[in-house]
T-cell receptor, first 113, second 112 residues
């Protein structure tokens, strides 16, 4: 079974600071996805990284896929209160066209004004 | 566009009771999924479906059943509720392969 471990589990920082969240595995993934989840809602996809070493940017968010495709990171520059939420990484095989995603346990991020 | 709709939003069950969690999507997606999310544990796949009439087990299927009679609907059935099934349940759908999953807003279930 593929497992994804995220660190840290909780992070509380001041507005304007930078932060990095990590997603690690001992397994190789063909791709990894990052989701953000707000209270009372389902996760919403932020980005999918597919190629080892790939870097994708989404405004102040930078996502990187490890060269060996076993890990990924999310870096937020100049964090804002609107970035507060639960960040989840996910990956897994495609079986008969369906994605059997495994999720990390999440990083709960709080940005204080 | 409603997307993925789940009902009810909240439910309290007594041990041994049964219930069906409803999920419907209006995006004509072939693939549908049920996940449960426990505090601090991420999401775990319960069952999934690749099309009407075709379902398969995920990581944690015990105690649950599903059916898929139409493309739109994918209900999740709990036959004999147990405290271990207290969780938030999410339904999701997508078109195929690595297409993004669209999640509903979840059903919070408490079994006491």
């Amino acid at each position: 079974t593929q497992l994804l471990e995220q660190s840290p589990q909780f992070l509380s920082i001041q507005e304007g600071e930078n932060l990095t969240v990590y997603c690690n595995s001992s397994s190789v993934f063909s791709s990894l996805q990052w989701y953000r989840q707000e209270p009372g809602e389902g996760p919403v996809l932020l980005v999918t990284v597919v190629t080892g070493g790939e870097v994708k940017k989404l405004k102040r968010l930078t996502f990187q896929f490890g060269d060996a495709r076993k890990d990924s990171s999310l870096h937020i520059t100049a964090a804002q209160p609107g970035d507060t939420g639960l960040y989840l990484c996910a990956g897994g095989p495609v079986i008969q066209g369906a994605q059997k995603l495994v999720f990390g346990q999440g990083t709960r991020l709080t940005i204080n004004p | 566009n409603a997307g993925v709709t789940q009902t009810p939003k909240f439910r309290i069950l007594k041990i041994g009771q049964s219930m069906t969690l409803q999920c419907t999507q209006d995006m004509n997606h072939n693939y549908m999924y049920w996940y449960r999310q426990d505090p601090g544990m991420g999401l775990k796949l319960i069952y999934y479906s690749v099309g009407a009439g075709i379902t398969d087990k995920g990581e944690v299927p015990n105690g649950y059943n599903v059916s898929r009679s139409t493309t739109e609907d994918f209900p999740l059935r709990l036959e004999l509720a147990a405290p271990s099934q207290t969780s938030v349940y999410f339904c999701a759908s997508n078109t195929a392969r690595t297409a993004p999953l669209h999640f509903g807003n979840g059903t919070r279930l408490t079994v006491t």
